[in-house]
């Protein structure tokens, strides 16, 4: 089976089974509306800029987890609840999971613009960059969920999720930018070899 058609397979079963029931419908809404955005985004783009199979295979987990959050809200995840009752904890941290992602996956998708548009040569400065990025972008998305708490008041505490935890803001882009660091880390080479692959198709 065509690796694209899977893909919208996992993205359409999880948006479905996340719509149906959710905690909170405004909440639900809030939290994958990134993921209806990315695909009509992606689906746009497919011909003119085809991604690396990694970039398309991160962008599906992230939605995975937008959707999982959406669901349940951030604060309410089963899983997430069980672990924090096994380490003795006092919060759900289904939105720090959320917050890595959200480092992990668009320092990939910086990366790669970076480098197939010249932007920058890969190496040191194109990873720092890309890492500033992701920041970047965590960082704007906190100011949207501010946005979004003053235009609706308490409607959008489930969107928040900061559960009375008053550095959440700060923990969350701290998570982001953990989450950058690790994706360089763990996945430039193999990032590396598939913009390549990309680049001699293109040729």
Known sequence: ?????????????????????????????????PALIALPVLFITRERFPMSPLAYLLILIHCV????????????????????????????????????????????LAREIFIRREVVKPGYWCN???????????????LIEWWVALLTGEDAEAFLGTQGYVWDTQSDMGMALLGAILSILLLSRLHDRQINQLTQRAL
């Open 1 to 33: 089976m065509n690796k694209r058609v899977i893909w919208l397979i996992v993205f359409f079963s999880v948006l479905i089974w996340s719509a149906i029931g959710p905690k909170d419908q405004f909440t639900w809404f809030l939290e994958v509306l």
């Open 128 to 142: 720092f960059l890309a890492c500033c990025f992701a920041l970047a972008f965590s960082a704007f998305y906190e």
């Open 65 to 108: 987890i937008l959707m999982v959050g959406g669901h349940y809200t951030y604060a309410e995840v089963p899983l997430f609840d069980w672990i924090s009752q096994l380490v003795d904890g006092d919060r759900n941290n289904y939105d720090k999971l959320g917050h890595l992602a959200q480092g992990f996956v668009p320092v990939i």
